[in-house]
């Protein structure tokens, strides 16, 4: 008898959605959690300084210096 696993339900990587395997035990890269790829530029924002948008498309509130 073979004691392998005894979860019912087969294990299913989160990262490339492939079974047999958890995604931490991925042989496959990992991606990022990013909806967005990373894309050869990447914008910054000037306002938050977060990257992945520019300034005008920032969502945080804008600083005005004054
Ligand atoms: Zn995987
Ligand atoms: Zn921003």
Redesign the pocket.
């Known amino acids: 008898a073979r004691v392998c696993s005894r979860s019912p339900s087969p294990a299913v990587c989160y990262n490339c959605n492939e079974p047999g395997h958890f995604s931490r035990e991925c042989p496959k890269e990992k991606r990022p959690s990013r909806p967005q790829a990373d894309s050869p530029e990447r914008p910054q ?6 990257p992945g ?3 005008r ?4 509130a804008r600083r005005s210096r004054s």
Not at 57 to 60: A, F, G, L, Q, Y
């Open positions: 924002c000037f306002n938050c300084h977060e948008h520019y300034a498309d920032c969502h945080k």
